[in-house]
């Protein structure tokens, strides 16, 4: 919830009773304060500064409904203070009414434009409209004018945090804790960022600070619960959890957290009835959602299908709803996709400029849609000591925005490029990889993102001896799967929240793929997840050949290997298991929503050699 400003002092013409509710609220007295406000409004029932700081005292009480029409009196009595309308603008967003806070605190603004208070609560109010990059402007503008502000500066990182952008959070939350190094949530906040862009470690040790600071709080607990489940520390995880509970029973992190531990250590029933206890009403959208993805995945386990099916159904659903994912723009990947598959023609493949080969190995790009077993390649391959994976990076998107500086200059430039201009795109291909590495990679490079198949094209420009591993898996699992996961919202995960939509991406991906295939010299290693799963040993060893590197054992040993690993996939969980077959022909358990949207799978379920 947004502060309220501190009271402005009364005028020296008003000390008493006025200047001594004024010294009471500052203290935190506010029953004592309200009732000298109220002295004050019976001589004088517009005093305008006395009806603006009782409002505020009663926003403070938490009674933002008769806070409300109070402040409302004071700026009909004096609309000039900026004081007035910030209050107003938290009081409404209290009343979650963030459109009618914007139009408050906008007119605050425009009264004193350098209102720090103004600014971070008028961040809350884009936030809570859906519009966070605006958010983040507003939150940093107030930072600017007051580089002390450590609630501002939580709410840029945070911000940030939703969009993606887990480094610029890190370093707001570092800049609040150096000015506040006991701030809990801070601290929390932080490791959340962390645990985002994988650097566990150091997440663990920001939640137990955070605990330390405040053990009270259950959401500290329930964060670091989180944490252990994600590394594979189920009873440490689930005592975490419960730990919260015993805090706040109605933490949403914590019985999810708890849950997913009792899931995996096989305990479903007992994880189902603690889903079915709880109350998630009053919980925002996001959670609610995680908890239904949950609740989907134990049914699911259970063999309940047709409940399972419904709790993901209402998941996803709920996800759409986030302020994030309403401003996606869901014709991006399609759009996208249709003008590479109308500009890949054979002819105008043939009219490429010419480029010598670079020298030296080339990467090796793993691709795919997503849950079609890359993870699980991924983590065979890491354990080969001459291969070294770079897990789901944005290297090749790099490149592609540096190719396209211009609107249509992507895919349109690929055919002119000069051999100076493809050795600047592959620096900076290479500098990226050693940005996320830390150096350059310790062998070859595996690099593993499974929509980089949709600019295939590109990455053949680039490097024309480069290698593909295409990893597929029977077209109605893999759509399945997406639809069963809890994505962050993006502009290709927006697509995962009905089986519908999720069929139509794939096929478009999938179709692209073909397309390729079929106008560029590809050099490619099919795997199949069904062959993987009843064959690791065979499957790697003509997946090793492909590439051109000798077996070596430690690729069977992927489970413990994975285990030392932060993987950022849903398949977190599964790469540190023994290799089992459960996830195969998993959508046939799902076949009446699956009837509709068969014929659009249908081509590459008999492209790829699969069957109905």
Same mark, same amino acid.
Request: charged residues 25%.
């Given at each position: 919830m947004p502060m309220p400003p501190p009271p402005a002092k009364a005028s020296p013409a008003r000390r008493d009773p006025l200047t001594e509710a004024v010294r009471l609220h500052q203290r935190g007295r506010l029953a004592k304060a309200a009732a000298l406000y109220k002295e004050v409004l019976r001589r004088r029932p517009d005093h305008a500064d006395a009806l603006h700081l009782l409002g505020l005292v009663v926003h403070q009480q938490g009674d933002h409904a008769r806070a409300e029409p109070l402040i409302r009196r004071a700026l009909a009595a004096d609309s000039r203070p900026a004081a007035f309308h910030n209050s107003l603008g938290a009081v409404l967003l209290a009343l979650k009414r963030p459109a009618d806070a914007?139009?408050?605190? &906008?007119?605050?603004?425009?009264?004193?434009?350098?209102?720090?208070?103004?600014?971070? *609560?008028?961040? @809350?109010?884009?936030?809570?409209?859906?519009?966070?990059?605006?958010?983040?402007?507003?939150?940093?503008?107030?930072? #600017?004018?007051?580089?002390?502000?450590?609630?501002?500066? @939580? /709410?840029?990182?945070?911000?940030?945090?939703?969009?993606?952008?887990?480094? +610029?959070?890190?370093?707001?939350?570092?800049?609040?804790?150096?000015?506040?190094?006991?701030?809990? $949530?801070? %601290? %929390?906040?932080?490791? #959340?960022?962390?645990?985002?862009?994988?650097?566990?470690?150091?997440? &663990?040790?920001?939640?137990?600070?955070?605990? +330390?600071? #405040?053990?009270?709080?259950?959401? /500290?607990?329930?964060?670091?619960?989180?944490?252990?489940?994600?590394? /594979?520390?189920? !009873?440490?995880?689930?005592?975490?959890?419960?730990?919260?509970?015993?805090? !706040?029973?109605? *933490?949403?992190?914590?019985?999810?957290?708890?849950?997913?531990?009792?899931?995996?250590?096989?305990?479903?029933?007992?994880?189902?009835?603690?889903?079915?206890?709880? =109350?998630?009403?009053?919980?925002?959208?996001?959670?609610?959602?995680?908890?239904?993805?949950?609740?989907?995945?134990?049914?699911?386990?259970?063999?309940?299908? =047709?409940?399972?099916? !419904?709790?993901?159904?209402?998941? *996803?659903?709920?996800?759409? &709803?986030?302020?994030v994912a309403r401003q996606i723009d869901r014709d991006l990947y399609p759009a996208r996709i249709q003008r590479l598959r109308e500009r890949f023609t054979p002819e105008w493949v043939a009219g490429w400029r010419a480029d010598p080969d670079p020298d030296g190995p080339q990467p090796c790009f793993l691709v795919g849609f997503?849950?079609?077993?890359?993870?699980?390649?991924?983590?065979?391959?890491?354990?080969?000591?001459?291969?070294?994976?770079?897990?789901? $990076? =944005?290297?090749?998107?790099?490149?592609?925005?540096?190719?396209?500086?211009?609107?249509?200059?992507?895919? =349109?430039?690929?055919?002119?490029?000069?051999?100076?201009?493809?050795?600047?795109?592959?620096?900076?291909?290479?500098?990226?990889? +050693? %940005?996320?590495?830390?150096? +350059?990679?310790?062998?070859?490079?595996?690099?593993?993102?499974?929509?980089?198949?949709?600019?295939a094209g590109l990455i053949h420009r680039l490097f024309p001896r480069a290698p593909f591993i295409l990893a597929l898996r029977h077209p109605c699992d893999v759509v399945l799967s997406a639809f069963m996961q809890a994505f962050q919202p993006n502009a290709a995960m927006i697509h995962f929240a009905s089986l519908e939509s999720t069929a139509r991406f794939y096929a478009a991906v999938m179709d692209l793929w073909l397309h390729y295939r079929a106008v560029l010299p590809l050099d490619v290693v099919t795997v199949r997840y069904e062959d993987l799963t009843q064959d690791l040993a065979g499957e790697m060893r003509r997946l090793l050949t492909g590439i051109g590197l000798p077996w070596d054992d430690a690729v069977l040993g992927y489970a413990e290997h994975a285990a030392g690993r932060a993987i950022a996939t849903p398949s977190y969980h599964q790469v540190v298991q023994p290799i089992y077959r459960r996830s195969v022909d998993r959508w046939w358990n799902y076949r009446r929503p699956f009837e509709p949207i068969l014929p659009i799978?249908?081509?590459? @379920?008999?492209?790829?050699?699969?069957?109905t």
């Amino acid at each position: 919830m947004p502060m309220p400003p501190p009271p402005a002092k009364a005028s020296p013409a008003r000390r008493d009773p006025l200047t001594e509710a004024v010294r009471l609220h500052q203290r935190g007295r506010l029953a004592k304060a309200a009732a000298l406000y109220k002295e004050v409004l019976r001589r004088r029932p517009d005093h305008a500064d006395a009806l603006h700081l009782l409002g505020l005292v009663v926003h403070q009480q938490g009674d933002h409904a008769r806070a409300e029409p109070l402040i409302r009196r004071a700026l009909a009595a004096d609309s000039r203070p900026a004081a007035f309308h910030n209050s107003l603008g938290a009081v409404l967003l209290a009343l979650k009414r963030p459109a009618d806070a914007h139009a408050a605190l &906008e007119a605050a603004l425009e009264r004193n434009p350098v209102y720090a208070e103004a600014l971070n *609560n008028l961040g @809350i109010a884009l936030v809570d409209l859906g519009r966070p990059s605006e958010a983040v402007a507003s939150f940093r503008r107030a930072v #600017d004018v007051r580089p002390t502000y450590v609630e501002a500066l @939580i /709410n840029l990182g945070r911000t940030a945090a939703s969009l993606g952008r887990n480094a +610029a959070a890190v370093g707001r939350f570092e800049e609040a804790l150096a000015l506040r190094p006991d701030h809990a $949530k801070a %601290r %929390r906040y932080l490791g #959340d960022a962390l645990g985002s862009l994988g650097r566990r470690g150091e997440a &663990e040790a920001a939640y137990r600070q955070a605990i +330390a600071d #405040d053990g009270r709080d259950a959401e /500290n607990h329930a964060a670091l619960a989180s944490l252990l489940e994600r590394t /594979n520390r189920l !009873d440490e995880g689930l005592e975490r959890a419960e730990a919260a509970l015993t805090r !706040d029973a109605a *933490n949403l992190r914590a019985v999810a957290a708890a849950a997913r531990c009792e899931r995996r250590l096989g305990r479903c029933d007992a994880a189902l009835r603690r889903l079915d206890a709880f =109350d998630a009403h009053g919980a925002g959208d996001d959670a609610r959602s995680h908890l239904l993805f949950e609740k989907g995945a134990l049914l699911d386990r259970l063999g309940d299908y =047709d409940r399972a099916y !419904d709790a993901y159904a209402e998941a *996803n659903a709920l996800a759409l &709803e986030n302020p994030v994912a309403r401003q996606i723009d869901r014709d991006l990947y399609p759009a996208r996709i249709q003008r590479l598959r109308e500009r890949f023609t054979p002819e105008w493949v043939a009219g490429w400029r010419a480029d010598p080969d670079p020298d030296g190995p080339q990467p090796c790009f793993l691709v795919g849609f997503p849950r079609s077993g890359t993870t699980l390649l991924d983590q065979c391959l890491d354990a080969h000591p001459r291969l070294q994976t770079m897990e789901e $990076k =944005d290297c090749v998107d790099v490149v592609r925005h540096k190719l396209d500086a211009k609107p249509g200059d992507y895919p =349109d430039a690929l055919a002119g490029l000069s051999g100076e201009r493809l050795a600047d795109l592959r620096a900076t291909y290479d500098r990226e990889v +050693a %940005r996320h590495l830390g150096g +350059a990679p310790a062998g070859v490079l595996v690099d593993k993102m499974p929509l980089n198949a949709i600019d295939a094209g590109l990455i053949h420009r680039l490097f024309p001896r480069a290698p593909f591993i295409l990893a597929l898996r029977h077209p109605c699992d893999v759509v399945l799967s997406a639809f069963m996961q809890a994505f962050q919202p993006n502009a290709a995960m927006i697509h995962f929240a009905s089986l519908e939509s999720t069929a139509r991406f794939y096929a478009a991906v999938m179709d692209l793929w073909l397309h390729y295939r079929a106008v560029l010299p590809l050099d490619v290693v099919t795997v199949r997840y069904e062959d993987l799963t009843q064959d690791l040993a065979g499957e790697m060893r003509r997946l090793l050949t492909g590439i051109g590197l000798p077996w070596d054992d430690a690729v069977l040993g992927y489970a413990e290997h994975a285990a030392g690993r932060a993987i950022a996939t849903p398949s977190y969980h599964q790469v540190v298991q023994p290799i089992y077959r459960r996830s195969v022909d998993r959508w046939w358990n799902y076949r009446r929503p699956f009837e509709p949207i068969l014929p659009i799978l249908s081509p590459y @379920i008999e492209a790829f050699g699969y069957e109905t």
